[in-house]
């Protein structure tokens, strides 16, 4: 079985780089997606085109928060690396909500024993939770472009991230939201977001930015390329 999955893996690497290199043009998600694709086909024509995100369904909403609410949104998986916010556990006037699921839901019930889940949620109930959120939270390193980025982003919220995550296309650091380089930074600019006055900003720097991500914009730059 070893032998077979490494067997595989060399063809689709070789099928891969065959296919890439032919190409006129190829189109990244993100800058770290192009930069680490132009190291391995320097002489191939690259372009980043992100997507777009419905401004109208997700907006921000009025908030009555009696503590400060944190959300993530994704798969419950171990490369999303959600344990990177047990921290949270130690603060009684912070409040995180998962939506999603995955392979390691029971883990991640243990480790954020504090935490609410609320499952798979979509359209309406999904845009509703990110409305009445305050902050995003964002732990991953994996994704190659994050669509619930751009999502909390139109909702509204400042959004804390590793600054390798792929994110930078969208979240400026200290406009929008916070890109840190490990996980004190990442606690500690959550923290910071306790200023409501620095929140209210961010929060509408980030609206700011996702109206920029309209798919009529997406589909020009397709155009264009």
Request: aromatic residues 8%; charged residues 25%; glycine residues 4%.
């Amino acid at each position: 079985a070893k032998l077979i999955s490494i067997s595989l893996c060399l063809f689709v690497t070789v099928w891969t780089r065959i296919v890439y290199s032919a190409a006129d043009l190829l189109v990244a998600p993100t800058s770290k997606v192009k930069n680490a694709l132009h190291l391995k086909f320097p002489r191939t024509r690259i372009e980043v085109i992100g997507r777009g995100v419905n401004s109208e369904l997700f907006k921000p909403l009025k908030k009555r928060n009696q503590k400060l609410r944190l959300l993530y949104v994704g798969r419950v998986s171990v490369e999303k690396e959600l344990e990177k916010l047990s921290f949270l556990n130690k603060y009684d006037d912070l409040h995180l909500t998962i939506v999603g699921e995955g392979r390691d839901l029971d883990r991640i019930k243990q480790t954020l024993s504090s935490a609410t889940f609320k499952g798979n949620l979509q359209n309406g109930d999904l845009a509703r939770e990110y409305g009445l959120a305050d902050i995003f939270v964002f732990p991953s390193k994996t994704d190659a472009y994050a669509n619930v980025v751009s999502e909390a982003l139109s909702s509204g919220l400042p959004v804390v991230a590793f600054a390798d995550a792929g994110v930078e296309d969208r979240v400026q650091n200290t406009s929008n939201g916070f890109l840190v380089d490990d996980a004190e930074d990442f606690e500690a600019s959550v923290l910071r977001l306790k200023d409501s006055s620095l929140r209210e900003n961010m929060s509408h720097q980030a609206r700011i930015t996702a109206l920029s991500l309209n798919w009529d914009s997406v589909f020009n730059q397709q155009f264009n390329a």
